[in-house]
């Protein structure tokens, strides 16, 4: 089992490049199923989730392979329609596949998903917007089977923005005849990845980031080249890793938009923020102050994916916070070992109270989660003593080589196994 071995009180200071989005990456090889020829991914990260996604597309029929930051994906083999269980298993978005899968070949068997625990995440919302579009799929021993032989274009309305289910239908139109509407979609700047990802390919899709995605049919998609948006989620973990820590970061490859519901909450009370084009400069040299009240909502709100680090960060601000999970139910589990380290915090239903503490001390916590990992490491980053994170193969399908990154940086962090 490997571990994170964190000596905390560390300043943070230098530069760093922020590597490519996992969440933009993910669906963009699903994307890779439809189309024909020879598709080259650059800069692309190595993450857990992205190289089983990979190892997904390649049990589909598509040779691949990885040289320096780029992949190489031939499309033109992929001959299969059923994911394998041993692969979605690892992680949920294997689930983006079925849309892809069914508009190619008009059938689909897919297991249900895996990924982290953190709440119930279920997929009802997918399948009912494919089969808005027409396709069959019967839910049998524990596997999705689906035939969308008679899909057609359709107008789908959502219950709720997903990002996963807008993604899936997106992918599951591109082939269809005459014009797709999404109603309530998701607006992630991810979601406009794909669609430009796919557009570069010969999709029409308009409006990606707007509540409402069309969606002209098209009879093929070509191979091409394409370099997917970085990660926010990995921004704004380090962004709050140098409030928490102190001191002075540079981030390339910043796209400000993405982040700027974090920069409001944090921007003038318990730092400096400064950008100028893809460089984020994060200055901070005193204990954060308390915020009243953070709200997970879907984009461009307040990300549910940075909700642990920034209660990592209030555990140890001056005065009562307030955090409202509004997303998923099970998102709190990070707080019994935040508790472990020394932070007052209270949970009741889906709203944590936090009162800061001016000190947390070291101790042994463990993973649950990828983003509650990562908070687990920010509170380390600060707490006096040793710190010792377990189960990080959580944390390593988010960030990749995540101690490497805040070594560089300064920190007092390795990489240990424990036997």
Do not use: W
């Not at 549910?304 to 307030?322: E, R």
Request: aromatic share 6%.
């Amino acid at each position: 089992m490997e571990s994170f071995f964190i000596c905390g009180g560390n300043k943070l200071e230098g530069e760093l490049s922020i590597q490519t989005s996992k969440n933009a990456v993910l669906p963009i090889l699903a994307g890779c199923i439809l189309c024909e020829g020879e598709i080259v991914i650059h800069k692309f990260p190595k993450y857990d989730d992205t190289l089983t996604m990979l190892k997904i597309v390649e049990e589909l029929g598509a040779k691949t392979y990885i040289h320096d930051d780029d992949v190489v994906i031939k499309c033109d083999s992929i001959q299969k329609s059923e994911i394998p269980s041993n692969l979605a298993s690892k992680i949920r978005s294997s689930i983006f596949s079925l849309g892809a899968i069914l508009s190619r070949f008009k059938k689909a068997k897919v297991p249900y998903p895996g990924g982290c625990a953190i709440g119930a995440r279920p997929i009802d919302l997918h399948i009912k917007g494919l089969e808005q579009l027409g396709a069959k799929i019967v839910d049998k021993h524990g596997f999705l089977y689906c035939d969308g032989s008679n899909m057609k274009s359709a107008v789908v309305s959502l219950d709720f923005p997903s990002v996963g289910a807008t993604e899936n239908i997106m992918l599951a139109s591109i082939f269809l005849t005459g014009k797709t509407k999404i109603i309530n979609c998701a607006k992630e700047p991810e979601i406009v990845d794909l669609a430009n990802f796919l557009n570069s390919l010969g999709a029409k899709i308009y409006n990606a980031g707007d509540s409402v995605i069309e969606i002209e049919g098209v009879q093929s998609l070509h191979g091409g080249e394409y370099t997917p948006i970085s990660d926010r989620i990995v921004t704004g973990t380090y962004m709050l890793a140098t409030v928490i820590c102190g001191g002075n970061v540079t981030l390339n490859n910043v796209c400000y938009d993405h982040i700027a519901s974090l920069v409001h909450k944090i921007k003038n009370n318990c730092c400096k923020v400064s950008i100028k084009g893809d460089k984020l400069t994060v200055i901070a040299n005193k204990r954060p102050k308390a915020i009243s009240k953070i709200e997970t909502q879907p984009y461009p709100g307040f990300p549910t994916d940075l909700q642990p680090q920034i209660m990592s960060m209030l555990s140890i601000a001056k005065g009562t916070s307030v955090i409202v999970e509004n997303l998923f139910e099970s998102r709190f589990k990070h707080v019994s070992m935040l508790k472990k380290l020394g932070a007052d915090i209270l949970v009741n239903d889906k709203t944590a109270i936090i009162k800061g503490v001016p000190m947390l001390y070291g101790a042994n916590v463990t993973c649950c989660d990828l983003r509650g990992g990562a908070g687990l490491v920010l509170a380390g980053l600060v707490a006096k003593g040793y710190t010792t994170v377990d189960d990080i193969h959580h944390i390593d399908r988010g960030y990749y080589r995540m101690e490497k990154d805040l070594q560089a940086l300064g920190a007092n962090i390795e990489r240990i196994t424990k036997v």
